[in-house]
């Protein structure tokens, strides 16, 4: 291995080996394409943000030099597309800068719209299991209820989510439920298909010798079926933690909501304040991340402890 004597006297690994390293995991290539896409970023900023920004120079009769224009596009008070710094540094001020309590604190608008995710993706992995364990034992569910199930996710959630919110708002069920529920009805789908999957996955001969040793349904459910089932769960789990963090969102944008990610969305539309705007799309998105990567780490870890490490 190449290394380089350290001032103090210690050994470290030379700038090439380092950069070798990096690249050799995902790292690197990682960090190569965020460059790229705050350099695409960027120029499109400055792009669309010109035209604005000459017709503003020219009422005001003020000549720049290129790098004073360009500047001048990526300073915008509500630019088309803010550049990266200016969501940057919107995200440090709603986050860090402000109380969590505070209602223009990303924070608070963050839990708002968490607790409802956890609540829908918590109902609709439950209500997944169940009708999949339904349809895998029952031929009449299978024939008549799975249509049923594919069939839903055919209605778009936008038509759907003002009508849930709503009909449930009417009868003084909190927000909170409300869009869980919306969330739980687009969890509940990738659950409900996975574990059907999954539940079928066992071979045919394993089934045999599970009814030569006398085992019931139950028995051969909870020992074959479901330890089979596990990678094909988590595997859902992850579309449906993503996807009813969607849903929440969804339910809080037709209806007025007053808090959440959604309702920070919406009053940036309102009054044209795009930088609030993408500020809540990336910390909606890095909530996503979070939450998809806490459901990969169960997954390694249930998986490891029933000796099926991946």
Do not use: C
């Amino acid at each position: 291995m190449t290394a380089l004597a350290e001032p103090g006297g210690g050994v470290g690994l030379s700038p090439r080996v380092f950069v070798r390293r990096i690249f050799a995991g995902q790292t690197g290539p990682v960090l190569v394409v965020v460059a790229a896409i705050i350099l695409v970023w960027y120029l499109g900023a400055a792009f669309l943000n010109a035209p604005q920004q000459m017709e503003a120079d020219g009422r005001a009769g003020v000549e720049r030099s290129l790098t004073g224009f360009l500047a001048a596009t990526y300073s915008q008070e509500r630019p088309v597309l803010p550049a990266p710094h200016q969501v940057a540094a919107e995200i440090w001020k709603t986050t860090f800068a402000m109380k969590p309590t505070s209602k223009r604190s990303l924070v608070y608008h963050g839990w708002v719209t968490l607790s409802s995710t956890l609540m829908g993706f918590a109902i609709g992995t439950l209500l997944g299991v169940l009708l999949a364990v339904g349809i895998v034992y029952s031929r009449t569910l299978d024939k008549s209820l799975m249509p049923w199930i594919i069939a839903s996710q055919t209605i778009p959630i936008l038509a759907i989510a003002p009508m849930i919110v709503v009909v449930l708002g009417a009868i003084n069920v909190a927000p909170v439920f409300a869009k869980g529920t919306v969330s739980a009805y687009l969890a509940f789908f990738p659950v409900a298909v996975g574990m059907v999957k999954g539940l079928r996955s066992p071979d045919p001969m394993l089934l045999d010798l599970m009814r030569t040793y006398s085992a019931g349904p139950w028995q051969t459910l909870v020992k074959l079926r479901l330890p089979a089932a596990m990678p094909f769960l988590f595997a859902s789990l992850k579309v449906a933690i993503a996807i009813s963090l969607v849903g929440a969102i969804v339910g809080e944008l037709p209806t007025g909501a007053r808090a959440g990610l959604g309702a920070r969305l919406l009053a940036g539309s309102y009054y044209g304040q795009t930088v609030q705007i993408w500020s809540a799309l990336l910390v909606a998105a890095f909530m996503a991340a979070i939450l998809v990567t806490l459901v990969g780490i169960a997954d390694r870890i249930v998986l490891r402890r029933m000796g099926m490490a991946r």
